[in-house]
């Protein structure tokens, strides 16, 4: 045995020892367990984020102790990064360089400005630090793709956990949904999870118990998450066969029953529009799937008395929900006023005390956290991505290279067209992670095919270095 490896058997040997010296048997076994899933991850980063598209989408905000709480699904991102940059540092990765990466680094850097700025101005309780590195380390999801998936196998196995999770979501949300028809009975599962903040958890089921409960907490948030991986889940199904297919097409099926059961307008009318949109680019069985939605809507209005009342005030002036919504618009100035340079990440909108009011919209509420410049490298970013990852040519026949692209970019656009309605892209943890994470495999899809000379992308460049044909006549 060589001296390394006598030296790593000591000390696992007295971690160990240790372990079930401070522990409960249960509980040593548990910690080792973490340690060793710990060490896989750092050795193998992609099983990392793997497991966080996982957790994710299943259980976003499971948590864990690790000196302080932190969600299951940020410590795996976190363990991701933490193998992923030791071979960064050596070469066997390499740093993507598309201007919608490079924007986002401006945005995570200008960011410090507001959030010095909020930990003088805002008079209230709250770990800015913390808030602002877990901030950070969601919004870094975007660089991970092109890191840590050189190849169609790497992504597929992150899309098949991502999906997994998601439909694991869906069965339990749905199955308990069906079962009580009250969200208070969610509770329980919750709980077993270690769920933070019971008591706003309570508040929000009970407010909305006719709505469908799910890991997400909130029915907005559930339909957000849902409006995201939706269309992926169809499209990435109809390219694949067997088992594969099966997935797709079983978490489109649930995710557009509890799409409905969350009654979440603003992903609702999101998602119509993304299928219109679809439709009108002649995207291959986009017409099915207007139908398809239309029969299942209309059959689960007939049958679900909720839904109807929900939707029959959707519109309507005295609705309570839209009415606060437009005072937050009316009162919207104010918050400016106060908080020019944003209020920063020690709390979120509104501060306490303060006689100010939130706002449910995402672009507004990036001022109101980093101020207009903020808000303005946001949509510089998402700018860039469009410009780089929309259509060229006819959506026509898909293949899997076209169904992984044209199915992150639908969620995408739905997630965006959702922050009309609400603020939940902007930095509601976990969720961001996942928005920016597909935002990295669309790039990476569009950029793959463009290199192919695909007619659909054929107008952007792909990344990478330039090569010069020499036959090449001079124009």
Not at 9 to 34: E, K, Q, V, Y
Not at 175 to 196: H, M, T
Not at 233 to 246: P, T, V
Not at 437 to 444: F, K
Request: some cysteine; proline content about 7%.
């Amino acid at each position: 045995m060589t001296p390394l490896n006598r030296a790593l058997a000591l000390s696992c040997g007295l971690l160990f020892g240790g372990l079930l010296a401070l522990l409960s048997p249960a509980a040593a076994a548990l910690a080792l367990a973490a340690a060793c899933a710990g060490v896989a991850v750092l050795r193998a980063p992609l099983l990392g984020l793997a497991l966080f598209g996982l957790a994710a989408t299943l259980a976003p905000y499971a948590t864990v102790q690790l000196g302080v709480r932190v969600t299951v699904s940020e410590a795996l991102l976190g363990l991701a990064w933490l193998g992923a940059l030791p071979r960064l540092a050596v070469g066997l990765l390499q740093w993507p360089r598309g201007r919608a990466e490079g924007l986002l680094l401006w945005l995570m850097a200008f960011s410090l400005l507001p959030f010095l700025a909020g930990q003088l101005m805002v008079q209230a309780d709250g770990n800015g630090p913390v808030n602002w590195a877990r901030w950070l380390l969601n919004l870094s999801a975007l660089f991970l793709a092109p890191l840590l998936l050189p190849d169609e196998r790497s992504r597929d196995r992150l899309i098949v956990t991502l999906l997994l999770g998601t439909l694991a979501m869906l069965l339990l949300s749905i199955g308990y949904f069906l079962k009580d028809r009250d969200a208070n009975s969610f509770i329980p599962v919750l709980e077993k999870l270690r769920y933070a903040h019971p008591e706003a958890v309570r508040d929000i089921f009970s407010a909305n118990y006719t709505r469908m409960a799910s890991p997400w907490v909130h029915p907005n948030l559930t339909g957000g998450a849902l409006a995201l991986f939706l269309p992926l889940a169809f499209f990435y199904g109809l390219a694949q066969r067997g088992w594969r297919r099966l997935l797709g097409l079983t978490v489109a099926l649930l995710g557009a029953a509890g799409l409905l059961f969350s009654i979440s307008r603003g992903a609702i009318v999101s998602l119509a529009l993304v299928l219109l949109w679809l439709s009108w680019r002649r995207a291959p069985h986009a017409g099915r799937i207007i139908g398809l939605a239309a029969a299942l809507g209309l059959a689960l209005v007939l049958f679900y008395p909720p839904l109807q009342e929900r939707l029959a005030t959707t519109f309507s002036a005295s609705n309570a929900s839209t009415e606060i919504r437009m005072d937050e618009y009316r009162r919207f100035p104010d918050a400016v006023r106060a908080y020019p340079l944003g209020l920063g990440f020690k709390v979120d909108p509104p501060p306490p005390d303060s006689g100010l009011l939130g706002i449910s919209n995402l672009w507004l509420n990036y001022v109101y956290k980093l101020g207009a410049p903020g808000m303005l490298l946001f949509v510089a970013v998402t700018v860039a991505w469009w410009r780089e990852a929309r259509p060229r040519g006819p959506l026509s026949a898909l293949d899997p290279e076209r169904a992984i692209w044209l199915g992150t970019l639908s969620g995408l656009l739905a997630a965006l067209l959702t922050g009309l309605f609400d603020h939940y892209y902007s930095f509601t943890m976990v969720l961001i992670g996942l928005f920016w994470l597909l935002m990295g495999v669309n790039l990476q899809a569009a950029r793959r095919l463009a290199g192919h000379g695909d007619p659909l992308l054929s107008a952007v460049a792909p990344s990478g270095p330039k090569t010069v044909d020499p036959k090449a006549k001079p124009r």
